[in-house]
């Protein structure tokens, strides 16, 4: 069984930055892909990293100002979001993909493990 409890969300000005933090129990935790998802009008991909983190994918629309990152050693995966603009306003939640699945890895359904989620809000 897993659990991942996010946490760093809050209330911030545009351009500035916020970092999220995914703490993870269980064991499948270093051997999984994990990837970070907000809520919009659906669950909304955002970016994802690899089991050893040598592989990440991002959303066009956080290209080149988020980072997802990871630390086997801690169970934790990061979330770093700079130049933060309104739309990036969500609830966003840190997911842990699922070992066997043909499913892309911005598809959800990929996923089987999920956090509470953290609201960030960015404001104009």
């Known amino acids: 069984q897993v659990q991942l409890v996010e946490s760093g969300g809050g209330l911030v000005q545009t351009g500035n930055s916020l970092r999220l933090s995914c703490a993870a129990s269980?064991?499948?935790?270093?051997?999984?892909?994990m990837g970070w998802f907000r809520q919009g009008k659906d669950r909304d991909f955002v970016a994802m990293i690899s089991?050893?983190?040598?592989?990440?994918d991002y959303a066009d629309s956080v290209k080149g100002r988020f980072t997802i990152s990871r630390d086997n050693a801690t169970n934790r995966v990061y979330l770093q979001m700079n130049s933060l603009k309104p739309d990036d306003t969500a609830v966003y939640y840190c997911?842990?993909?699922?070992?066997?699945?043909?499913?892309?890895?911005?598809?959800?359904?990929?996923?089987?493990?999920w956090g509470q989620g953290t609201q960030v809000t960015v404001s104009s």
């Open positions: 269980g064991r499948a935790f270093s051997s999984s892909a």
């Open positions: 089991w050893n983190g040598a592989t990440t």
């Open positions: 997911a842990l993909k699922r070992t066997f699945t043909a499913l892309d890895s911005r598809n959800p359904k990929a996923y089987n493990y």
